[in-house]
């Protein structure tokens, strides 16, 4: 059952979504540089989603993004992953040997910044599967959550 | 048989008890874990990798084909929970 209802879950949730995305997407850049990382940063976003879904209702979350959407953000997250192993190829280096675009380019600190790039997938991914899971329970409890 | 059960785990308790004081104390700079391929790590991830967060160092480029696999494992998970509870549903 959505609490459709009651105005102060609906109202603090409101509130509440757009800081823990902000700060989900903080911990996912944050992760050269200090605690957080992929992982971690993928899961807090999707609680941002899980929140929406018990204020709110799976309907009307759903409008927004559907499984399908989830499904093609799981996919590119890996892309993103395996893409840059391959452009290490394309640079006469190993597979995920970022040091060898480093130094093909001659850029300084594109290590870390590839890092990031890598990080942001696996958040992508994580965030993409765990709602998508959380989309199918909600659906096999009855059509009305 | 929750007499046995018991037995059982008391036993089990008693010798996980008696081997932790094998166990290295917390902090210890002599123990294995902290020696070997740690301190090389904590050495040499600035200058390899360029961040300043040893543990993303690992995560992402010295074990980066690893994680890759990790987050194969997690995208494969996913498929198989949305076939199971979605029946006859397209992805």
Redo the contacts between chains.
């Keep these: 059952m959505p609490v459709r209802e009651n105005v102060v879950i609906r109202t603090v949730s409101r509130l509440a979504v757009p800081f823990i995305q902000v700060f989900a997407l903080y911990v996912i850049v944050h ?7 992929g992982f971690q940063g993928g899961v807090v976003f999707a609680a941002s989603f899980v929140l929406m879904v018990i204020a709110f209702g799976l309907g009307s979350v759903r409008k927004r993004i559907d ?2 959407g989830f ?1 093609i953000c ?2 590119l ?2 892309f993103a ?2 893409g840059i ?1 391959f452009l290490c190829l394309l640079f006469a280096g190993n ?2 040997e ?2 060898a675009i480093e130094a093909a380019l001659g850029i300084p ?1 594109l ?2 910044l590839l ?1 990031d790039v ?2 942001a ?2 958040g992508i ?2 965030m ?3 709602t ?2 959380i989309y ?2 909600a ?2 409890r009855g059509k009305s959550l | 048989m929750k007499k046995l059960a018991l037995i059982a785990v008391l036993f089990i308790g008693i010798i996980l008890f008696w081997a932790v004081e094998d166990m290295p104390a917390f902090g210890d700079p002599e123990a294995p874990a902290t020696r070997y391929t740690g301190e090389l790590y904590i050495r040499s991830a600035l200058h390899d990798v360029g961040i300043e967060n040893i543990v993303t160092a690992i995560l992402a480029s010295y074990r980066g084909f690893d994680t890759l696999g990790e987050v194969v494992v997690i995208f494969t998970a996913g498929i198989s929970v949305s076939l199971l509870l979605r029946r006859g549903g397209c992805l």
């Design positions: 992760g050269a540089s200090g605690a957080g990382g499984n399908r499904m799981s996919v997250g890996i992953y395996a192993g597979y995920l970022y040091g600190h290590h870390g890092i890598v990080e997938g696996i991914n994580v993409a599967v765990m998508s899971i199918d329970i659906e096999q």
